[in-house]
């Protein structure tokens, strides 16, 4: 058989194969397959078995269109059928028998192998993508240890400042119980009694915060948030607060104490004055 002959046949076998692989024949087509085979193997035709392995692998890969196991199914009504005619004694397609047989058998081989490819091919795209995933989290660890021998190392420093910071804080609350007490003793024997407690408003307005200011600093010291919960707790609000709203939202202790303190002192000043001018008896 000339070349051109033999890669026209072989043309047409490809064509019929892809028509196989494209849906679950019935019987009556499953015959008309044969008969299409037979007249393609009539003359002496031998396919190529090179073929075969592209041939499985453009149906694999084109899954919306072609099916390897409507393929395998077709195949095996085929040798069924041909089997069948020569178990009847008809004889029709005896020509073609040894061929469809061996036709069957090499693209069962190349389906085998095909498959075999595939799941190895999956094993290592699973392997690749564990892979990755232990890196990354091999990276996350190497962070999380760096960040915590960072934090190891800086704990005793930590402690220190922390505990300076009490000690200070001790000393401020002794000092200050020291100073009250002063000035109520001498509240007796002052002649403007609002001056005392201007004084001692004043004394409690630096106490709260110089008290707050250490506690303030224990709080960035040790990473602890110590403002009140917000709208947002990175204040990413679109409306920016104003300074003072920002004070009265995130730390209204400190800001309702100093109003009420300022308000204090402004009372104080008032009812002084009237002593001053003698509308206070």
Known sequence: MLIEEQRRRQDLLKARILELAKESLDESEIRKEVLRLLDIYS???????????????????????????FLTNNLSCICKCIEDDFESGKN??????????KLCDHLNLEIGRWNYYSKNEKKIEDLELRSVDLNEEMKVAERKLTKASKKASSIQTELIAVLSIFAAIVTT???SFTFLGSVMTSINGAEHYEAVVMAAIVCGMVIFNTLFLMMYMVGKITERNIYARCVTEDCSCEKKCCGITKVRKRLPYVFWFNLICIAGCIVDLVIWWFDMAGYIG
């Open 92 to 101: 029709e397609f005896t020509e073609i028998h040894s061929q469809i047989n």
């Open 173 to 175: 609350f002794s000092g």
């Open 43 to 69: 003359g002496g035709f031998r396919h190529s078995y090179a073929d075969f392995f592209p041939i499985i692998s453009e149906i694999s890969q084109n899954e919306q269109i072609y099916a390897l196991d």
